[in-house]
């Protein structure tokens, strides 16, 4: 298993321990530090780890290189059958792994994702909200939004994950759905309906970072746009977070157009409709009658 991870050592100790808390205990644990230099969280990072040293394959990049690069940079450097991924500030429950195998073993050889629920751990409005997964099988029509989650919930057959050549680094954002849905091309996807994985949302998140998150969209859809649109309730999905992504950095026309193309490819969800409507009231308003 990889835990890429850059200037959260405060974070990481945790993470790891989750790890060696896992009922299933034949694991081969990654930490690919990913800090610049020797700076000041490279040395808290080897601090903190000083304690498991002994359990962990410690790999650092002379420079920062990006999350992207530190789980390839894991992925050529694992020797197991199976890979997996934990965020360095997220965490595993302790059967995790152990019950994504044993689903594993029941599944045809064609098979090659298997991911879980989780619950996700706000830590500044301090609320935790529980994520359960819907789609198994051929995922090929389907993904067209992040339908799995993070890359701390799959276990992936070695196999497929070499075969797509782990993640594009060319993505900033978004890698993870791209890695997904190549994934999926390829092999079949299942899950283990349990929450087995917290995941910790903060301030320093990028998955808080709306800019990022619009750019990482258009990014997947300029590579896939012609794919994409061969079903269209995938594509009324992308239109319909492109148009949320569009109004929360502040491009109301730009949101005005991609819901429009969203309801015109699904008509019958009237939840774009009333998103479409409310997005005429512009973000600040679109975001307070949201969370209403």
């Known amino acids: 298993m990889i835990i890429p991870t850059?200037?959260?050592s405060d974070f990481l100790a945790r993470?790891?321990?989750?790890?060696?808390?896992?009922?299933?205990?034949?694991?081969?644990?990654?930490?690919?530090?990913?800090?610049?230099?020797?700076?000041?969280?490279?040395?808290?990072?080897k601090q903190k780890i000083k304690d498991f040293s002994h359990r962990i394959k410690y790999i650092e990049h002379k420079k920062n290189m990006g999350v992207v690069q530190a789980r390839n940079?894991?992925?050529?450097?694992?020797?197991?059958?199976?890979i997996s991924f934990l965020d360095d500030d997220d965490e595993w429950m302790s059967s995790k792994l152990e019950t994504q195998l044993k689903?594993?073993?029941q599944l045809p050889s064609s098979y090659g994702l298997v991911y879980c629920g989780y619950n996700a751990v706000d830590k500044d409005t301090e609320t935790k909200r529980v994520f359960k997964p819907k789609y198994r099988g051929d995922l090929t029509n389907i993904l067209g939004i992040n339908h799995i989650g993070s890359p701390s919930v799959v276990l992936c057959k070695r196999e497929y994950v070499t075969n797509v050549n782990g993640f594009n680094e060319k993505i900033i954002y978004r890698e993870d759905l791209d890695f997904y849905y190549r994934l999926?091309?390829?092999?079949?996807?299942?899950?283990?309906?349990?929450?087995?994985v917290n995941y910790h949302i903060h301030s320093g998140s990028e998955s808080k970072n709306n800019a990022i998150r619009l750019i990482g969209m258009l990014g997947f859809i300029k590579i896939y746009s012609n794919e994409l649109k061969t079903s269209k309730i995938r594509w009324s999905e992308i239109m319909e977070r492109l148009g949320e992504l569009y109004l929360l950095n502040n491009q109301k026309l730009k949101s005005l157009k991609s819901f429009s193309e969203a309801f015109l490819n699904r008509p019958l969800r009237l939840k774009i409709l009333a998103k479409l409507l409310l997005s005429i009231l512009g973000s600040s308003n679109y975001i307070k009658i949201k969370r209403l």
């Open 73 to 82: 940079t894991g992925i050529l450097n694992a020797n197991g059958d199976y």
């Open 6 to 8: 850059y200037q959260r």
């Open 15 to 45: 993470a790891i321990r989750s790890v060696l808390s896992q009922s299933y205990t034949n694991i081969e644990i990654i930490v690919v530090d990913d800090n610049q230099g020797e700076d000041s969280f490279r040395l808290a990072t």
């Open 103 to 105: 689903l594993f073993d």
């Open 184 to 196: 999926s091309k390829i092999c079949y996807f299942d899950f283990v309906p349990s929450p087995l």
